[in-house]
Every structure is written in C-alpha cells, then in structure tokens.
C-alpha cells in the first residue's frame, strides 16, 4: 500500500533564508511523487513532479526537490523564501501499478516572516 | 489552455437539503476526480472516473454521496441529504492518465456550508 506522510504540520521560517518542507512515502511499486500548493481560498496547484526521470526536480517559484529512494524521501526546498510562498502544501504519491490513486499527505502550513 | 472548471464556487444550505456541485476538466484529460477537502485536512479523494467508468469509489458515502460523468467529459457530485459534517471544500481535478505522468490539474473548488 501506498502512503505519504509530512513530517511537520507548521514550518516557520524568516523571508529570505531557505525553506525545507519533508516529506517521506512508502510504496511498493516505482513511485511518482509531486508538490501541490494551495494558497488561501485558492485551488492546488502543481509546484513539481517526479515520475522516475532525473532525481533532482525543478519546480515553479524557485523550489525543488529530490528524490531519494534510500530515504524513501521527497523533500521540498527552496533557497530563500519569499512573503508569496505563504501557503499550504501538500506532497502526493501516485502509483502506475495496482491501484491507481494520488495519496495526500496531510499538509505542511508555511509560514513566512516579515 | 482553459483549467479545471467548477459551479458554484460557494453554497450555504441547511442540513437535509440536497446540492449538486458541477465539474468540466481540462479538454482531452480522461481521467476525473472529486475531492472533499475538510477545513485544516489534505483532500480526500471521493471517487475517480476514467471516461464515463468510476475507477474508484471506495470513499464515497453512498447513501448520500452520488456522481455521474455520463458523456465521459463533465461531471456532477451530489449530496442528499446533507449532514452538517459535509461542510468542506469539493475540489474537481482532471488529468491525461490514470496516475503519475503530468500530475492532476484542479479546479478552484466549491466551499459548502451547512447549517
């Protein structure tokens, strides 16, 4: 079975110093992961995906993030946050064996300080 | 490329009444998703349809919770009679494949409030 979990529910940090939302899955087969923001009263929208190409993956914004099967994680970075990125986000896991689904994980609230 | 489309985008009505929320996805994308989305919670998915089949329903209270997408491109979710638990975000996302690959795409959600 597939799941996803975010490892902190609030993460604060100060504008412009770099920002890390973690996030580890679990998977039995060859996973596809992605990073969806929602900003206040707004829909999710696509940050980044990886579906089994390159390891580090860019995104919009200025975040990335990489995939490390060893750790089984998909950690969110970026090197200086701005007041913009304020928001939710969530990390998703989907399979393309077995069952077909995207796995939410229960959402990482960003915090940004003036 | 026009997004995800969703009416309403808010609705307030009374426990027991029924509500109907609508969903277009993105022209081309076969595979339809419904969310419900509880304040301070990630989404939950309600059920996904791969053209006019339901792939998974597995999370949809069906004594109350019904859907359709019978032409295979929009799609209608329906709750009768409402709780006041059903208060939450309805989100509508689309994408080409079943998973992985480009990723879904959503809409900008319908906010039920029921009272």
């Known amino acids: 079975a597939q799941s996803v979990t975010q490892l902190d529910s609030h993460v604060s940090v100060s504008e412009g110093t770099p920002v890390l939302l973690r996030c580890n899955y679990s998977?039995?087969?060859?996973?596809?992961l992605f990073w969806y923001v929602q900003h206040p009263n707004k829909g999710l929208q696509l940050l980044l995906k990886?579906?089994?190409?390159?390891?580090l993956v860019k995104g919009i914004n200025g975040f990335e993030a990489e995939f490390k099967k060893s750790e089984t994680s998909f950690h969110l970075t970026k090197p200086s946050a701005h007041m913009s990125d304020a928001a939710e986000y969530f990390c998703v896991v989907s399979t393309t064996s077995g069952t077909y689904k995207y796995i939410f994980g229960t959402g990482t609230r960003l915090k940004v300080l003036a | 490329e026009a997004g995800v489309a969703q009416s309403p985008r808010y609705k307030i009505i009374e426990k027991r009444q029924s509500v109907a929320f609508w969903c277009n996805p993105i022209s081309g994308h076969a595979t339809l998703y419904w969310y419900q989305q509880i304040l301070g919670q990630g989404p939950k998915l309600l059920i996904q349809?791969?053209?006019?089949?339901?792939?998974?329903d597995s999370q949809l209270p069906k004594d109350r919770f019904s859907a359709e997408r019978l032409k295979g491109v929009d799609s209608t979710l329906k709750i009768q009679p409402a709780k006041l638990e059903d208060s939450a975000v309805y989100l509508c996302?689309?994408?080409?494949?079943?998973?992985?690959?480009?990723?879904?795409?959503f809409g900008p959600g319908t906010r039920l409030t029921v009272l």
């Open positions: 996302a689309s994408s080409l494949e079943l998973a992985g690959g480009p990723g879904q795409f």
């Open positions: 349809f791969q053209n006019n089949g339901v792939v998974d």
């Open positions: 990886y579906t089994s190409a390159a390891t």
């Open positions: 998977s039995s087969y060859s996973p596809s």
